[in-house]
């Protein structure tokens, strides 16, 4: 079964809007981190919000920000005031311990944003 | 930002065949990973190294598979033989942490193999 949900795949927006991208996950650790990255068309995957379990801050950085409802085991990403360039492939991403004691970062199946001029 | 480089960008191999991809991490970076999507499919994680050692790796990463970072040079992965499934775009990624510790991984862009 899949860890982490991206539902849908493709969104489209125009300029200037604000759009949320959802995001769900399953685990049964205490302390996890779940992050947001973009795929640019070079193949380089850019990070570009975390959240950590532990936090209750609502995470922002620029024109990013996270919702985070921990107890529905639910990540939104948020982008304001989209540009062109925002186009791209989203990828959720949690991070939790796994069997051995170390950690894995276990992806979603991502999500294809067009913003149209 | 930090670039994770990764060479070749593309390799086509005959199977059976070994390939080693290479992964320039970032400069003081401690832990490294390798990921790989086949077409069309999520990313998904094969291994993770930190000083020296393999600490997690997933059931897709085979017998076949290996790993290493040589006196800090490159950090590759080996694959030999190569086997038809093996064709993916396998991403490389490194971290100064983990990430409980407020890292986070930097990725590389991807070296597509294709295997023949």
């Known amino acids: 079964a899949q860890k982490v949900i991206q539902v849908w795949s493709t969104a489209s927006r125009q300029e200037g809007e604000e759009l949320t991208l959802d995001c769900s996950y399953e685990t049964s650790q205490v302390l996890y981190h779940l992050f947001w990255y973009k795929h640019l068309l070079s193949g380089e995957m850019v990070f570009l919000i975390r959240?950590?379990?532990?936090?209750?801050a609502k995470e922002r950085s620029g024109r990013y920000s996270v919702v985070f409802q921990k107890s529905l085991k639910s990540i939104s990403l948020v982008i304001s005031a989209l540009q062109p360039d925002d186009s791209g492939k989203y990828f959720c991403a949690l991070w939790e311990p796994a069997s051995s004691g170390s950690w894995q970062l276990i992806f979603g199946s991502g999500t294809q944003l067009t913003v149209m001029p | 930002g930090p670039k994770v480089l990764q060479i070749p960008s593309h390799q086509i191999i005959d199977m059976g065949q070994m390939v080693t991809l290479n992964c320039d991490p970032v400069s003081n970076h401690l832990y490294f990973y390798w990921y790989k999507q086949i077409l069309g499919q999520q990313m998904e994680f094969l291994v993770n190294?930190?000083?020296?050692?393999?600490?997690?790796k997933s059931k897709l990463f085979k017998d076949q598979f290996s790993v290493e970072r040589p006196d800090g040079s490159y950090f590759t992965l080996k694959i030999q033989p190569t086997a038809l499934e093996d064709s993916a775009v396998y991403f490389c990624?490194?971290?100064?942490?983990?990430?409980?510790?407020?890292?986070?991984?930097?990725f590389g862009e991807g070296s597509r193999l294709i295997v023949v």
């Open positions: 990624a490194s971290s100064l942490g983990l990430p409980f510790s407020g890292n986070t991984l930097y």
């Open positions: 959240q950590m379990s532990s936090s209750t």
């Open positions: 190294f930190y000083n020296g050692k393999v600490m997690e």
